[in-house]
């Protein structure tokens, strides 16, 4: 069973900056293709990046602040980085996992979730 633990997440003022991290434990990481969500009150889940379980593919959606990225460590832990951060940007955000492959961009795809960490940014 593996467990997802979210960290990182805050109060920030437009246009700052934050690392997200979701550190795994209780299966191999190697093994793991990593997403990241983010769910609004009132809104559906949606899908803002995802690495595959070998690094070689990854994506970040453009819906999030004005850049970052998604990056994982060989130990385990899953990061990301988003900045120029807006007020609709505010959300909890979601580390999901799923069993080797590559990333999925639905909540479907994923086996494992954890709790969430709240981002609020303020204008």
């Known amino acids: 069973q593996v467990q997802l633990v979210e960290s990182g997440g805050g109060l920030v003022q437009t246009g700052g900056s934050l690392r997200l991290s979701c550190a795994a434990s209780?299966?191999?990481?190697?093994?793991?293709?990593m997403g990241w969500f983010r769910q609004a009150p009132g809104r559906e889940r949606e899908f803002v990046a995802g690495?595959?379980?070998?690094?070689?593919?990854s994506y970040y959606t453009d819906s999030v602040g004005g850049g970052g990225g998604i990056s994982r460590d060989n130990k385990n832990t899953v990061y990301l980085q988003m900045d120029s951060l807006k007020p609709e940007d505010t959300a909890v955000y979601y580390c999901?996992?799923?069993?080797?492959?590559?990333?999925?961009?639905?909540?479907?795809?994923?086996?494992?979730w954890g709790q969430g960490t709240q981002v609020t940014v303020s204008s």
């Open positions: 690495i595959s379980w070998s690094s070689t593919r």
């Open positions: 999901a996992a799923a069993l080797y492959g590559s990333y999925s961009v639905s909540v479907s795809g994923y086996t494992y």
């Open positions: 209780g299966g191999t990481f190697s093994g793991l293709s």
